[in-house]
């Protein structure tokens, strides 16, 4: 199965939260989408957070928002935003795991939900 971590699996790695360093660790590639390494790099509170961002996501492969991913992130908020209230971050997130066919690694699952095609994982219930 290809896995697509979501910020909120990044942040948690950051905070070694317990679990997490050695399952990332044990993958053979982590990988995140480009609104995922642009929401860390500009959580980082200092400069040295931010050069420990910078090692840290430069480790991992980066998807990039193509326009076939832009047009799908359209559609979805065309039929998401309204009713689920889905952000254009999160639409991008959805349609870069799902253009690639990558199951998204998240705990925020109520984001995406409604998505009936994107494969999701909730972070919190995968065994560690």
């Not at 998807?63 to 952000?87: D, K, M």
């Not at 990558?102 to 494969?119: A, P, Q, R, W």
Request: net charge neutral; charged share 25%.
């Amino acid at each position: 199965m290809k896995l697509l971590f979501d910020t909120t699996v990044i942040v948690d790695f950051q905070r070694k939260r317990e679990g997490i360093v050695d399952y990332l660790n044990k993958q053979n590639e982590v990988v995140v989408s480009t609104v995922t390494a642009g929401e860390t790099i500009q959580g980082a509170r200092s400069k040295k957070e931010l050069r420990d961002i910078q090692e840290m996501i430069g480790h991992f492969k980066i998807l990039p928002i193509t326009a076939e991913v832009s047009a799908l992130a359209l559609e979805y908020l065309e039929n998401y935003s309204l009713a689920y209230g889905l952000l254009i971050l999160d639409a991008l997130v959805a349609a870069t795991a799902t253009k690639n066919r990558f199951t998204l690694i998240t705990s925020d699952t109520k984001h995406f939900k409604m998505i009936g095609e994107l494969k999701l994982q909730d972070w919190n219930k995968l065994e560690l």
